[in-house]
């Protein structure tokens, strides 16, 4: 079983930055593919980020160049760095991890991140 827990969401200005956190248990952290998603009122869920275990890093187009995920192993903590943020990013932000039967099997609860125009 894997436990996600998402920080720092809030409220920015358009144009500013956030960090969020999502730190997870288990001790083969390290091997965990970790996606952050974003659901915003009214659409569907979307993948923003993710990351694999040696790296390698994906992004949708519309977050590519202001949005870095990055992960600290031994911190169990896995970042999405989000700059020149824009009032279409303002949604829920969910972490999870990729099961080994290739769906996105553990969910954090969320964090709410609002960009104001």
């Known amino acids: 079983q894997v436990q996600l827990v998402e920080s720092g969401g809030g409220l920015v200005q358009a144009g500013g930055s956030l960090r969020l956190s999502c730190a997870a248990s288990?001790?083969?952290?390290?091997?965990?593919?970790v996606g952050w998603f974003r659901q915003a009122p009214g659409k569907q869920r979307e993948l923003v980020a993710a990351?694999?275990?040696?790296?390698?890093?994906k992004y949708a187009d519309s977050v590519k160049g202001r949005f870095t995920i990055s992960r600290a192993n031994g911190k169990n903590t896995v970042y999405l760095q989000m700059n020149s943020l824009k009032p279409e990013d303002t949604a829920v932000y969910y972490c999870?991890?990729?099961?080994?039967?290739?769906?996105?099997?553990?969910w954090g609860q969320g964090t709410q991140v609002t960009v104001s125009a």
């Open positions: 990351i694999n275990r040696g790296e390698v890093t």
């Open positions: 999870a991890v990729l099961s080994t039967w290739g769906t996105w099997q553990y």
């Open positions: 288990g001790r083969t952290f390290s091997t965990y593919y």
